[in-house]
């Protein structure tokens, strides 16, 4: 087996054996035969009523361990896309006042409005405030004429702290005992994980897997630099203009419903690329199945570290991407160590 096939195949066990831990183990433990029995009666294939424990496999441990694989891996796919697009190495599905605008969405919620559309309130207001940030960072890019990576990037710093600001005044004016639902959300966490938002959260990652395989050898050009890659026909602001917009709508789904998880998508790319290379025809779908297997394991340790209270998941993977920088940035000094003059 090449080395391809040995990546997805490792990747495709280590997953399915995290899906499965995440099912089986949480704060109340359930018997292996009482979790097969709710997932048949679940998926139909048993006429026996449902358990008492049926609901926490079948509406809580099973769906949040599916948003957790999906949502992590388009994340990955995110992150790598990103990364090619602006040419940066840090560059992460946050970078662009996303998460400042879904942030603010939500918080306007919890501290203001209330669920006046029930269950959907907070998703639906989480991924208008994304849509409204990624409106004005594309807004304040057509204005200035350039598309750069430049460009984007200080358009989507400068939108991120003004969305951040506003953030800060709902929490500090709205009502005080809505600061631990606030604080949860916006740390990220997979308590809304549920079948209903599941169809949601699939459109934003087929959107992102099906146009980034779709645009993977435009992409591969983009590595070798804009002007190599417009004399080979592409068209290079327009490109980049369509993978930010397909990126932000993307994770606008996932962070309408997971909140802010910050670092996979920082994270994912590097390690894909040490398994596969650069190019993206095995670098997006290895990082999709890494981003999966990473947060999957981020949400299985949030929940058992400080059991029974959940830890919010974001906390475990902004740890674990503090770590990996700090390695990440070693490395590069080792590897520039012997360039210094003597």
């Avoid at 096939?5 to 018997?31: C, D, E, N």
């Avoid at 099973?62 to 840090?90: C, E, H, K, M, Y």
Wanted: with cysteine.
């Amino acid at each position: 087996m090449d080395r391809p096939g040995l990546v997805y195949l490792s990747g495709a066990v280590l997953l399915a054996a995290l899906v499965l831990l995440s099912v089986f183990y949480g704060t109340t433990k359930i018997p292996a035969g009482d979790i097969f029995g709710a997932v048949a009666t679940g998926l139909g294939l048993s006429e026996a009523a449902p358990a008492p424990m049926h609901r926490i496999v079948w509406e809580l441990r099973l769906p949040r361990a599916l948003f957790s694989a999906v949502i992590g891996a388009g994340l990955g796919i995110v992150g790598v896309v990103l990364q090619t697009a602006t040419r940066n190495d840090l560059a992460d599905p946050f970078l662009f006042g996303l998460s400042s605008g879904a942030a603010a969405g939500a918080v306007l919620v919890i501290t203001v409005t209330g669920d006046v559309l029930g269950f959907w309130t907070l998703p639906l207001a989480a991924f208008c405030g994304g849509i409204i940030a990624t409106a004005v960072v594309l807004v304040l890019v057509r204005r200035l004429g350039s598309g750069t990576p430049e460009k984007l990037i200080l358009a989507g710093l400068a939108v991120s702290f003004l969305f951040a600001a506003l953030t800060n005044y709902l929490i500090f004016a709205g009502d005080s005992r809505a600061a631990h639902s606030i604080v949860f959300w916006m740390l990220g966490g997979l308590g809304l994980s549920r079948w209903t938002t599941l169809p949601m959260v699939l459109a934003g990652f087929g959107l992102i897997l099906v146009f980034s395989f779709f645009c993977r050898r435009r992409l591969d050009a983009l590595l070798a630099g804009d002007a190599v890659a417009a004399s080979l026909g592409v068209q290079v602001g327009r490109l980049r203009m369509g993978l930010f917009l397909v990126a932000a709508l993307a994770t606008a789904t996932f962070v309408s419903v997971a909140g802010v998880i910050g670092f996979v998508g920082l994270m994912v790319p590097h390690l894909a690329r040490g398994l596969t290379g650069a190019l993206h025809s095995h670098l997006i779908p290895v990082a999709a199945l890494i981003g999966a297997t990473l947060l999957t394991a981020s949400d299985v340790i949030s929940r058992v570290m400080l059991a029974p209270q959940e830890l919010p998941v974001g906390i475990v993977t902004s740890s674990v991407g503090a770590v990996f920088v700090f390695v990440l940035l070693i490395g590069t000094g080792r590897r520039t160590g012997g360039m210094r003059p003597g």
